[in-house]
Nanobody, 125 residues
């Protein structure tokens, strides 16, 4: 059973930055080839934020393009989400997700089989 553990959330003022991390255990990283970050704000549905697929292709939801960057550290087997110029509307619980098998990126929940517990990001104005 793969477990994903997020870290790096917190409170920040608008315009600030945060970096989220997601570590998989046991380290079966090589079998997880589609990764994603999702978020859910109070009263809203969970939405895909960023995703990275096999060969490193990436995609982002429109609202974060140019501000967020998803990346994989192959040596440390950790997924990151670098968030810049944060806005109050970025406030949400952020979840890491992963799926095995060769696959392209995806922002759809149905394409991910493993999920973390989430880390809270709060952006104040």
């Amino acid at each position: 059973q793969v477990q994903l553990v997020e870290s790096g959330g917190g409170s920040v003022q608008a315009g600030g930055s945060l970096r989220l991390s997601c570590a998989a255990s046991p380290i079966t990283y090589s079998s997880l080839s589609r990764w994603g970050w999702f978020r859910q704000a109070p009263g809203k549905e969970r939405e895909g934020v960023a995703s990275i697929g096999t060969a490193g292709s990436t995609t982002y939801t429109d609202s974060v393009k140019g501000r967020f960057t998803i990346s994989l550290d192959n040596a440390k087997k950790i997924l990151y989400l670098q968030m810049e110029r944060l806005k109050p509307e970025d406030t949400a619980m952020y979840y890491c997700a992963a799926n095995p098998g060769w696959a392209r990126y995806s922002l759809f929940e149905r394409d991910f089989g493993y999920w973390g517990q989430g880390t809270q990001v709060t952006v104040s104005s």
